[in-house]
Structures are given as structure tokens and as C-alpha cells.
């Protein structure tokens, strides 16, 4: 494999020492603040948050190993040598005008190198670009993948993972942010007089007056239902959860969940159980690589692949969002058709059969692929950008560039305006709630006690189990005693016996 520039034989150790040490001060600087960071986390009991960062870290050294491998295979993966006329194939820009730009450039080389042949520099310059493709392939034959093309790929690689990171921290930031405006919602109703006995036995509610009802109902019927869904479309891009949404879902969580704490935190609790989702969605799960692999086999020219796909991240949000809010139409139908007044405040009946299989965590699941497959765009936009420039032939006309980039943030922005917040609500109306339900310390004393409670469990089965081998080894010894001495019995009669019959004919002989 031809390399070009010099070795560490030629370069001098001051260079060598003065790069190495810039690489590792930088290093250590991210690695401390990563690690202060943490410990503001733990100091602050923000333990979800904390264990994002973790799963930060553990990406990270998942590209480092990634960069370690590539660099250290680069020299055998160009060795490796493939058919000329397979590389001609599916290739990502028009391999004609490759052709010649590619002539048009040696053109230029050769007039270069004949211009400076005294000096000798073109061509050596012309030598290492053909042994750079050439590599120790046979005629006929080129390498799999040359150092430069790994090089680009390694980068592109970690262009990957650092947006991925970056646009969900965003997307949780603004997100948390929009949800956290709903405080004021919950504090509005911890400061009212709640008396749990006294709202059920006196006080009466029109259901078809209530405001989550009249926002929400539309009426009996199919032609009503397809509405529905309509409402549920449009109503994710304006006012996706108000003050009468909020209250009713809070209230229908707390007579489910937890009846005997009418003044539980709500909002708390759904912020924490948002948190602890975080560690879920900023890692890079083994199927969304498989998506990167297959992304980056169907980029060939004139498919404008990438472009087709920036619309999978767009309609699986609106889909997703659109879910979200049928769910809320569904639980205010469910109330209207069956009831014109109840006693007490209106409340709806959390069931994960609103839900897609009966899976709430499958939706954290399409968001999770949502906000990598933005990600993958923006990615690669930048990346080539940097790399080969605004105008390479990889980027594509201008045509789809512009609607890729609109539709990139829109994603982004939607996601955290609508979606996320959507679904940190939507979700708590399952059949079941989160561990976030409690606080840290107790969560730990549970998770604790269930261990105990579990090893304890098998030490009796244990014992009981022993005891019941003691009891029966007795048993045996036991039931061996008694044939011991029964066969000694009869043993002893059968002696006196033959002692008797002996004895008689004597006698009678007499």
C-alpha cells in the first residue's frame, strides 16, 4: 500500500510530541467535563440524567473502538481486491462525468509535470495517485476500498453518532422545556381545597359541558370517528395539550394508580419518567446501524435516496403525533358514551388498549428511530458539506437538497414543540405506571428489598429441600433398622424351632 508524506522516521519529535500532546489535552478536557458534569448530576439526585450521560460515554467508546478498528484494518481492507468492472456499478455519482472530470484533470497533471520535470514533483505526484488506486491489485483489478474512501468513512461515521447525540439532547432540552411550562397547570390545582369525599358525594358533573368533552367529542357514529381522526391530525400542530386535557389525564391517572394520594405530583412524576427515557433514546441501538448500512447501499446515482428517505423521520412523526392525540379523543369518547353526569370531577380510564399492540413503549421506540433517521440526514449533509464541499455530486441537485434541509428541521422543531411533549403525557394512561412513580431512595429500598425478598425465598426452598433429603434418608435408616430385626426375629424362631422338633422324638422315645 502506498502511503503518501513522510513516516515518523523523517518528521521531527518536536512535531510529534507538540501533536500528541494537543490530542491528549484535549482529550482529558472532554473526559473532565464529562466527569464533572456527572457529578453535578448525582449531587443534584438526577439519576436518570446521570445515567444518560453513561450511556454518552459508552457511545463514545463504541467509536473509539469503531476508529480504533478502521485504522487499524485500513491496510488490509486495501489489499483487497474486487473486479474492475464491479466498482463501475452502483455507484453514488455519474460515472461518465467521473470520467472526464478525472481526464480532464490528467491533462492538467501531465501539462503540470512537463512544466516542472526538472524538479521531478508531478511526477511523483502522478506515481502515488496511480499506486494509491492501484495498490498491489493484479491488472484487471482494484482495491475493495482505498485508505482515502475509509478515511472519509471513518469520519462520516463519527459525524454520525455526535449529531445523533446532540439533536436528542436538543430535543429534550426544548422538549423538557415546553412541558415544564405545565407546572403552572399543576400548581393551579395543588393550591385548590381538594376533599376527596366530599367531591364524590355532592358534587355533580355534565359530561357533555365539560370542556375536555366538548373539545374532544365528536359525536356517535363512523362519519364521526373519521372526524376524529381528522381532529387528531390537525390538532397536534396548535395547542396539542391543554389546561382541560392536563387535569382530566392527571386526575384519571391518580384514581387509577394511586386513589389514596388525590394531591400527588403529576407533573414530577412525569418529568422524571421523561428523564429516565432520555438514556433509552440518546443511544444507537443495533437496528438503527442496520438502517445506516442499508441508507448508505441505496445512495447510487439518479436514485436520490437520501431524499425519499428524509420523508420516513416526517411521516412517522405525524403519524406518531396523530396517535397520540386520537388516544386523548379516545379516552373523552369512552366518558361520553357512557355517562351524561357523574358524581365528582371528571376522570378517564387509563388502558393500553389505545395504545398500537398494546405497547405504550412502542411509541418511545418510533421516536427513538425518528430522531436518528433526522439525525442521519443532518449528518449527512454536514458531512459532505466539509468533506467534498456544497456542490459535489454526492449532495445532489438543488431541487432535493432544500426540501431534505425544510424537512430536516421541521422534524427537529416539531418533534420537540408537539411530539415529545404528547408523549410523555399520553403515555402515563397505560394500564400500568413507571418505576418513576417513586423517588430515588425509595425506588432503591424496593429494588432492594425485592432481592432479599428473592434470595430469601431460595434459602427456604433450600432448606426446605434439605430437610425433606434428612427426612427421608431417616426414613430408610429407619425402615433398615426394622428389617434388621425382623429378620433376626425369624431367624431366632426358626432356630428354636428346629431346637424343638429335635427335642420331641427324644422324649417320646423315652
Known sequence: MAEGGTTLEQTPTWVVAVVCSVIVIISLTVERLLHHLGKILKKKNQKPLFEALQKIKEELMLLGFISLLLTVCQGLISKICMPEHLSRKWLPCDPEKDDKDTKTAAHFQAFFSAFSAHHGTGRRLLADAASEAEGNCPKGKVPLLSTTALHHLHIFIFVLAVAHVTFCA??????????RQWKQWEDSVANEEFDAEEVLKTKFTHVHEHDFIKSRFRGF????????????????????????????MRLGFIMNHCRGNPQFNFHRYMMRALEADFKKVVGISWYLWVFVVVFLLLNVHNWHAYFWISFIPFILLLAVGTKLEHIITQLAHEVAEKHVAIEGDLYVKPSDDHFWFRKPRLVLVLIHIILFQNSFEIAVFLWICVQYKFHSCIMGPYGYIIPRLIIGLFVQ????????????????????????????????????????????MGLRKAAAKGSNQVVHKDDSSASIQMTNVQSEQNSAEDQDGNNASEIVPDTAHK
Open 170 to 179: 436538543l430535543t429534550i432540552l426544548f422538549g423538557g422545556a415546553k412541558i
Open 413 to 456: 422543531f416539531f418533534c420537540s414543540y408537539s411530539t415529545l411533549p404528547l408523549y410523555a403525557i399520553v403515555t402515563q394512561m397505560g394500564s400500568s405506571f413507571k418505576k418513576s412513580i417513586f423517588d430515588e431512595h425509595i425506588q432503591e429500598g424496593l429494588v432492594g428489598w425485592a432481592k432479599q425478598a428473592k434470595k430469601n
Open 221 to 248: 357514529g363512523k362519519s364521526h370517528r373519521l372526524s376524529g381522526w381528522m381532529h387528531s391530525f390537525f390538532k397536534q400542530f396548535y395547542g396539542s395539550v391543554n389546561k382541560s386535557d392536563y387535569t382530566t
